[in-house]
T-cell receptor
Framework: GQQLNQSPQSMFIQEGEDVSMNCTSS?????WLWYKQEPGEGPVLLIA?????ELTSNGRLTAQFGITRKDSFLNISASIPSDVGIYFCAGGGSQGNLIFGKGTKLSVKP | NAGVTQTPKFQVLKTGQSMTLQCAQD?????MYWYRQDPGMGLRLIYYSASEGTTDKGEVPNGYNVSRLNKREFSLRLESAAPSQTSVYFC?????????FGSGTRLTVV
């Protein structure tokens, strides 16, 4: 079945640093989405990408839909303590179901 | 608040017991989903319902059954719980690519 490889698995960074994470797949996706999950909560949508090559920002977050449609990255600039959580990429196929990456756990030291 | 409501939040079962996890959404979405989340595994799709009256298997359906009771409600049943079903379960509903997740049910099977 379709699988997403998300990296890195975890990151420990200093407040103020920039963060970069990515997802790759052997399959083509029509949509890429990035979610954030905080402890005890369900994932919340951060950014949705609908076209190959699309670059979209949401505040300090920027994500891109790879030209090949097989990858996506998420950057967070000037990290702050509330950025802590698990970030998931998800690829959307033709039937509308999402395939999730295994997540990147972000820890931010004040 | 509009969204997805899951009950219960926590549950402990003995091996072999049965239970039903409840999910309701008030956003008039057609599609609903059940995922399980295990450490290091991301979110894996158990079952989904593309519309009222239809259900389909996801990636890991064994040991589970679902019922789409009406447009609002989508329940997940464990007929004979096993320790391997210890997990956090998330329900979600979808409009286009806008997935909204509930806050999860943490299930422990002993």
């Amino acid at each position: 079945g379709q699988q997403l490889n998300q990296s890195p698995q975890s990151m420990f960074i200093q407040e103020g640093e920039d963060v970069s994470m990515n997802c790759t797949s052997s399959s083509i996706f029509n949509t890429w989405l990035w979610y954030k999950q905080e402890p005890g909560e369900g994932p919340v949508l951060l950014i949705a990408l609908y076209k190959a090559g699309e670059l979209t920002s949401n505040g300090r977050l920027t994500a891109q839909f790879g030209i090949t449609r097989k990858d996506s990255f998420l950057n967070i600039s000037a990290s702050i303590p509330s950025d802590v959580g698990i970030y998931f990429c998800a690829g959307g196929g033709s039937q509308g179901n999402l395939i999730f990456g295994k997540g990147t756990k972000l820890s931010v030291k004040p | 608040n509009a969204g997805v409501t899951q009950t219960p939040k926590f549950q402990v079962l003995k091996t072999g017991q049965s239970m039903t996890l409840q999910c309701a959404q008030d956003m008039n979405h057609n599609s609903m989903y059940w995922y399980r989340q295990d450490p290091g595994m991301g979110l894996r799709l158990i079952y989904y319902s593309a519309s009222e009256g239809t259900t389909d298997k996801g990636e890991v359906p064994n040991g589970y059954n679902v019922s789409r009771l009406n447009k609002r409600e989508f329940s997940l049943r464990l007929e004979s719980a096993a320790p391997s079903q210890t997990s956090v379960y998330f329900c979600a509903s979808r409009q286009q690519w806008g997935y909204t997740f509930g806050s999860g049910t943490r299930l422990t099977v002993v």
